[in-house]
């Protein structure tokens, strides 16, 4: 086998399918590519198990999400359980074989398209294959509606992948998180599928209207048009709620994140200063509310008056903390800048939550906005590193070069 | 009076075959080799013709730039090839040593009375100036330059590498007699690092001793200047290492170019690894069997692991390098290589790799890539292994883009390519940091001069 691939892969070598040959050969074995320059030994990491190790972290927020769409699906129908069982109402097979046929198609189609275009890429322009897509292929399917039409989603994958990432040269070097333009894409593209009570749980959309009809909002969104939710802390915490496929459960997202952080995969850096940022704005807008600054008919206050901390168990913002901000390519790139940037996506999602009803999510949109600005945050840092270079200048001791010398001496004698 | 210098920053390999502190005397070699590429920039004007004998200590070629800086044979004999590549770019001097040796004795300079252009007359002319090296660009020193200090570092760090301690012992009378000629070569200070108080420049005088501890790259010399006084734009520093400084001593004592040099082969295909005298340019193959190796098929490097050239079985010692390693090819392919767990091999993260649980544990590595090579893509990795008050990733991008302005205002004057060494190591993108910085740095130095 290893010999046969070898063969195979040195008659394709210089051939225009080599990139999609060595693709899947370097799948199943680590290539026999050897040092030619500097080190000539080297670490045991490279991208592919970089990007490996992320996915490892969202696998349980995926299975998680598909006994979710069963669990959310069943009880609009019936009606949320009483004495409710993790074993009896959750993790059910019924359950389960909602999620197989509602997000397995998700993350297949997800991954169809975005690899095919992956490889088409890399096929015309002959590089190698980049490994990013593994990533965005699995975040994609988690942040969206269960019931996204597939063909939807394809197109906006082809975008995504396309204009988001393959026009500005490949994985390292996109501006903008390619799973958050996809999901920017749908969302201005079909705002209809994208927000309101239908689109959660599973047959919403196709119920609707019928003496069938199924509904469930997200908290975020009772909480915008100011009514109540029937979720307590616990089911926040677990993510027994609706909402994207793999934002839900606050629980395994923070145990992802503390994977990739003992990994030391992700910043631990721009987590903490993103939850930093997020409490801080929540408190702030407590405190306009307990301040007594705001009416309690404004159509701000059922958000503004929402817990500050509460703000990390509903909607995408952990997820987004976890595993978006953490981009480290759209991110910043200096320690440094990474507090800032992260501090800042914290603080915007909270306040387009909140001054945004339309739409009472905005972790992406707070995201998208800061990838825009993180070079700008890094030019920031690394120019505090060149002033204090200068600054060493100014003290330079230079000594004129031997010749110098004798030249000046010689035109000051003529 | 020594002042601490402390590295937080970094990361020790520990392989397995270091050399055991022993010395045997190495075979004597009949062929001793120059290879030009040791001198970076150099364009080499011959003196002598093939076929013409020469001493030791007489030179061979010439700096085109500067016609005083000579190179010298490390043995008598005949010149027996030149080695040329591309544009007859010569590549390889060989000389056949005869078996009686005879060599130039220069006129000494008396070390108390003798001014700056003396002694940079004599080392130029009888072959001790290419020892000394410059920063900024990482070249041989420029002698029309007064730098503002010289930095020795007598320790190492780096993975396998000779402990000048050993290797140096009982050389200090060499050492204090090319501290004392340096010291009329620069207004400033020459910078002396120890790892320990066994190095024999513990007692020299002369000198700012500073005892530096921490891991790899502590005993780099540009971790050392960046921590004791970092280079300027438009300043120069000097470099010698620890073994070149016994070199310069000793034709400053004795008038005799001895390219004798204690040799560290080290390496798990090394039977048995340990320390050799030899001599500058001599066929490695004379050390290399007499300690054995335990596969056919290995990579041999003029240095170590980190900052060495690849050379082969017929290879020559280079004209700096104080060690010889020996470890695995690793040209064969690996089942699920990339996502299984790994025991074997260093990791700077613990993505199913574990050795941060074991960090005393002696690794066998060998030269496979561990990945395919990608843009950058990880962030904050390199800095946790770079000690210096640079950014990393900013300065190589720069030299990638050839932004000479960024490339300046973010220090790569102050490095040299090896200071980019374990940053590569641990690169998870694979990129050859030290090739970058190395363009970046003759890019600047074309443009600047």
């Known amino acids: ?414 | 009076m020594s002042k601490d210098i402390r590295i937080k920053k970094g990361l020790d390999i520990n392989l397995v075959g270091a050399a055991e502190q022993t010395i045997s005397k190495a075979v004597t070699s009949n062929v001793y080799a120059l290879n030009l590429d040791d001198f970076h920039g150099i364009t080499p004007k011959m003196l002598i013709k093939q076929g013409e004998e020469i001493k030791a200590g007489e030179p061979l070629f010439y700096n085109k730039n500067n016609e005083e800086m000579h190179f010298v044979s490390p043995v008598s004999g005949e010149l027996v090839e030149i080695v040329r590549g591309a544009r007859r770019r010569i590549l390889t001097l060989k000389v056949l040593a005869d078996k009686e040796q005879n060599y130039v004795i220069n006129k000494v300079p008396d070390l108390d009375t003798a001014d700056a252009d003396t002694i940079k007359t004599y080392l130029l002319q009888c072959g001790g100036w290419p020892f000394i090296k410059q920063r900024p660009y990482d070249v041989i020193a420029d002698p029309e330059m007064t730098p503002k200090a010289i930095f020795v570092s007598a320790l190492a760090t780096a993975p396998l590498a000779a402990d000048p301690d050993f290797a140096l012992r009982d050389k200090e009378q060499e050492i204090q007699a090319a501290v004392m000629a340096l010291s009329k070569l620069t207004p400033g200070k020459i910078h002396v690092s120890v790892g320990s108080s066994r190095s024999p420049f513990n007692d020299i005088k002369g000198v700012e001793l500073h005892k530096v501890s921490g891991p790899h790259p502590a005993g780099l010399v540009g971790t050392q200047i960046n921590k004791i006084d970092p280079v300027n734009k438009g300043e120069v520093v000097w470099t010698l290492s620890a073994q070149d400084m016994v070199m310069v001593g000793e034709l400053l004592l004795t008038g005799k170019f001895n390219a004798e040099r204690v040799v560290a082969l080290a390496g798990s295909v090394v039977k048995e690894p340990k320390y050799y005298r030899t001599k500058i340019g001599a066929e490695i193959s004379t050390f290399l069997y007499a300690s054995g190796v335990k596969e056919d098929r290995f990579r041999l490097i003029n240095g170590d692991v980190l900052t060495g050239v690849k050379t082969h079985t017929e290879g020559y010692l280079g004209f700096y390098n104080n060690t010889v390693t020996a470890i695995p090819e690793g040209d064969d392919y690996e089942l699920f290589g990339w996502n299984k767990p790994v025991f074997n091999k260093i990791s700077s993260t613990r993505a199913l790799t574990f050795s941060w649980l074991q960090p005393k544990k002696k690794y066998d590595l060998d030269t496979n890539t561990n990945g395919e090579h990608r843009a950058f893509v990880v962030t904050g990795r390199y800095e946790e292994v770079f000690p210096l008050d640079i950014y990393p990733l900013q300065l190589l991008k720069a030299c990638m883009v050839k932004d000479l302005d960024e490339m300046e205002q973010l220090g790569l004057y102050e490095v040299a390519p090896e200071d980019f060494s374990l940053t590569e190591f641990i690169c998870i993108s694979k990129q050859p940091h030290q090739q970058i910085i190395r363009e970046g740095l003759d890019l600047l130095q074309k443009e600047l001069g």
């Open chain 1, 1 to 414: 086998m290893k010999e046969k691939l070898h063969q195979l892969k040195l008659k394709y070598q210089g051939k225009k399918m080599a990139p999609a040959f060595n693709a899947l050969h370097t799948f199943l074995y680590m290539p026999n590519e050897t040092t030619h320059s500097g080190a000539h030994v080297r670490a045991a990491d490279d991208l592919k198990r970089t990007m490996n190790t992320v996915i490892m972290a969202l696998v349980p927020c995926l299975l998680f999400g598909m006994f979710n769409a069963g669990y959310q699906h069943y009880s609009a129908i019936n009606g949320f359980p009483e004495n409710f069982s993790l074993f009896d109402h959750f993790l059910t097979w019924e359950n389960f074989l909602v999620g197989i046929t509602t997000v397995l198609p998700l993350v297949i189609v997800s991954y169809g398209v975005g690899l095919a275009i992956e490889f088409l890429f890399a096929v015309i322009k002959g590089h190698e294959v980049e490994e990013g897509y593994l990533v965005t292929g699995m975040l994609v399917p988690l942040i969206i509606p269960v019931d996204t039409p597939l063909w939807m989603l394809a197109i906006a994958v082809a975008f995504g992948v396309v204009i988001g990432k393959e026009v500005f040269g490949g994985t390292g070097m996109n501006i903008l998180n390619p799973a958050l333009t996809i999901r920017a894409f749908l969302f201005f593209a079909y705002p209809t599928w994208m927000s309101g009570d239908k689109v959660w749980v599973h047959e919403g959309v196709q119920r609707a209207g019928t003496a069938d009809a199924i509904s469930g909002e997200t908290v975020l969104g009772s909480l915008a048009q100011g009514s109540d939710y029937a979720y307590s802390l616990s089911d926040m915490f677990y993510g027994f709620i609706p909402g994207s496929v793999g934002e839900t459960s606050t629980l395994l997202i923070v145990l992802g994140g503390l994977f990739l952080i003992f990994s030391k995969i992700a910043s631990w850096r721009i987590m903490l200063s993103a939850v930093v940022g997020a409490l801080a704005m929540g408190l702030i807008f407590n405190g306009i509310v307990d301040a007594g600054w705001l009416p309690e008919y404004s159509k701000f206050y059922t958000l503004m008056s929402f817990p500050y901390w509460q703000h990390l168990l509903v909607g995408g913002l952990a997820f987004g903390i976890v595993f978006m901000a953490t981009d480290p390519v759209t991110g910043s790139q200096t320690n440094k800048g990474k507090w800032y940037y992260g501090f800042f996506i914290g603080f915007l999602s909270v306040m387009i939550r909140v001054f945004n009803p339309g739409y009472p999510e905005g972790v992406f949109l707070a995201i998208l906005l800061m990838n825009v600005f993180a070079p700008t945050i890094d030019h920031y840092v690394v120019k505090g590193n060149i002033k204090k270079r200068l600054k060493r200048f100014k003290t330079a001791t230079i000594y004129p070069k031997a010749s110098d010398e004798v030249d000046s001496l010689k035109t000051e004698t003529a």
